[in-house]
């Protein structure tokens, strides 16, 4: 996911979809410790999209507070 798409999303649709990231990488760390995972560079990517999203998150709270 590239920062220009997540820019043009709401306070509401940042959390969401960073919900849903969280609960894709839960369940890939489950396949990582039954030794099921495959594609093993998709918990890195999860993890960086997570920090995007929730650093957007951020942004938009502390423009809804000034």
């Known amino acids: 996911m590239k920062f ?3 820019k ?3 306070l509401t649709e940042a ?3 960073s919900r849903d ?3 894709e990488m839960f ?3 489950l396949q990582q410790a039954s030794a099921q995972l495959e594609k093993t560079a998709r918990l890195r ?6 920090a995007r999203l ?3 998150a951020s ?3 502390n423009l809804q507070q000034a």
Request: glycine share 0%; hydrophobic share 35%; charged share 40%.
């Open 8 to 10: 043009d999303m709401t």
């Open 45 to 50: 990517t999860l993890r960086r999209d997570i």
């Open 21 to 23: 990231l969280r609960l």
């Open 4 to 6: 220009s798409e997540i």
């Open 54 to 56: 929730e650093t957007r």
């Open 15 to 17: 959390l969401a979809k």
């Open 59 to 61: 942004q938009l709270r």
């Open 27 to 29: 369940n890939l760390r």
